[in-house]
């Protein structure tokens, strides 16, 4: 693209499109946005033809890398059949035999998929499930969540009620569904507190908790938290316990981003409902799917109003769902998960390395993910992370922080020269934004 073609286009962006999580009068006035025109494999290739590592895999989706030959594909083979009819007593082929793949490596015992667009949405129809499940089947009292501090599923005014991340919560705390938060255990020393805090919250309010909502072992937006698998086992048994729904949400955590398929099996634990988007469909469409057990899913049968009377318009969309069990093919067909393993041991080490630099006050890696806190202030609005981010950006990556958080997140398939080039740029990256 040429530089005037480039230049018209941040001004049309500028001057109309309104950017999420993004203060526009700074935005307008001091970014200097990448403009991204192709992308292929881990890298997105910008208007002036320079390439950069997507260390973020464009919002943690592109879990097979961009533009994947066989999504591709497959996108252009439904396309050419049939682009979208509603779900509404019509059954077709990509849906149909989607829903019976996931079904065939979800965790034990999901065996019903309920389509919908995004991952906020997949999170509203596992609460939506729950609430209506318990009104109809003798619980009305339970009507309420808990979920785990500093968490966070989603931007709806539902999810954003589950959510801890202050920043997301404010403007909306007057109108949000009252839940519970218990702590997450960081570490061992924290595990006796935080286990005992989930025993007595849900103990102390059986007849009114109608399910239990966390993040499978690692809090994406809080920074790339990770938390220890016992408390999943906990809230599972509590659950089983006090007949509880659990509800898993592996947005951004399913499709082996900590190492399984799905990071409830680092607690060797199954949900009663599973939430997934994201890598999902590998970044190429826009989809979600909510899976439930046989008992939830009967607890919708006999009179028509006790029908889930939810649903989208692009529910179960033929594009998306073709996309989708095009994934799952090329995970099983290219063996994705354990050609991962030596990638995510370089990760881990590169990051653990990266503790001893002068800027950095702590590192932590799991599966694909690494990511590591500077010594400043911290929280979502902080603003080290960004002089990172410039320091990449001119080095060829695309590193977007998490206030002070510095992470990747990059395709599971990263070619093995890109992902040391990515793990040097994130060292200099650092070195030179934090230096005295
Ligand atoms: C764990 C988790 N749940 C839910 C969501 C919401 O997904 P979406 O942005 O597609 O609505 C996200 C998004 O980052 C997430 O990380």
Redesign the pocket.
């Known amino acids: 693209m040429s530089e005037d073609s480039s230049r018209r286009i941040v001004e049309l962006d500028k001057r109309y499109v309104w950017h999420p999580y993004t203060e526009m009068s700074h935005y307008r006035k001091s970014v200097d946005p990448l403009v991204i025109v192709e992308a292929s494999g881990s890298r997105l290739i910008g208007a002036d033809g320079r390439s950069y590592i997507d260390a973020n895999a464009s919002?943690?989706t592109s879990a097979v890398g961009h533009n994947h030959p066989r999504l591709v594909a497959a996108l252009r083979r439904q396309s050419e059949a049939l682009c979208h009819a509603a779900l509404g007593g019509i059954a077709h082929p990509p849906a149909s035999e989607l829903a019976e793949a996931l079904c065939g490596v979800a965790p034990n015992g999901l065996s019903h998929v309920f389509y919908s667009?995004?991952?906020?949405?997949?999170?509203e129809v596992a609460m939506k499930l729950s609430l209506q499940y318990w009104a109809q089947n003798g619980r009305p009292q339970r009507t309420r969540f808990v979920a785990l501090e500093e968490?966070?599923?989603?931007?709806?005014i539902g999810?954003t009620a589950l959510g801890g991340v202050e920043v997301f919560r404010k403007p909306f705390s007057e109108v949000l569904l009252d839940c519970f938060y218990v702590p997450p255990a960081r570490d061992v020393s924290q595990l006796a507190r935080c286990l005992e805090e989930l025993q007595t919250v849900i103990d102390r309010n059986t007849n009114t908790i109608a399910g239990v909502v966390f993040?499978s072992m690692v809090?994406?937006?809080a920074g790339m938290r990770i938390y220890d698998p016992a408390m999943l086992r906990a809230a599972r048994e509590l659950c089983n316990r006090h007949d509880i729904f659990l509800i898993c949400?592996?947005?951004?955590?399913g499709y082996g981003r900590t190492g399984p398929m799905w990071a409830c099996e680092h607690a060797g634990i199954a949900p009663d409902l599973l939430?997934i988007?994201?890598a999902f469909t590998g970044g190429v469409m826009?989809m979600?799917a909510t899976l439930a057990t046989d008992r939830i899913f009967d607890g919708f049968l006999g009179d028509t109003d006790r029908a889930f009377y939810y649903g989208h318009t692009f529910c179960g969309n033929p594009l998306g769902a073709a996309v989708a069990l095009e994934v799952l093919n090329v995970f099983d067909d290219e063996n994705i998960l354990d050609r991962a393993k030596p990638k995510a041991e370089q990760i881990a080490c590169a990051f653990e390395e990266m503790e001893a630099l002068p800027g950095v006050a702590a590192t932590r890696s799991i599966g694909m993910i690494g990511a590591l806190d500077l010594i400043g202030d911290g929280g979502y609005l902080a603003e080290l992370g960004w002089r990172v981010y410039s320091e990449a950006q001119r080095r060829g990556v695309y590193l977007r922080p998490i206030g002070n958080v510095v992470y990747v997140v990059p395709s599971l398939n990263i070619p093995d020269e890109d992902l040391s080039e990515l793990l040097t740029v994130v060292r200099e990256s650092v070195a030179s934004a934090t230096e005295a």
């Open positions: 919002w943690w667009d995004n991952g906020s949405t997949s999170i968490g966070y599923h989603g931007d709806t999810t993040e809090q994406g937006a949400d592996e947005v951004f955590t939430c988007s994201k826009p979600a």
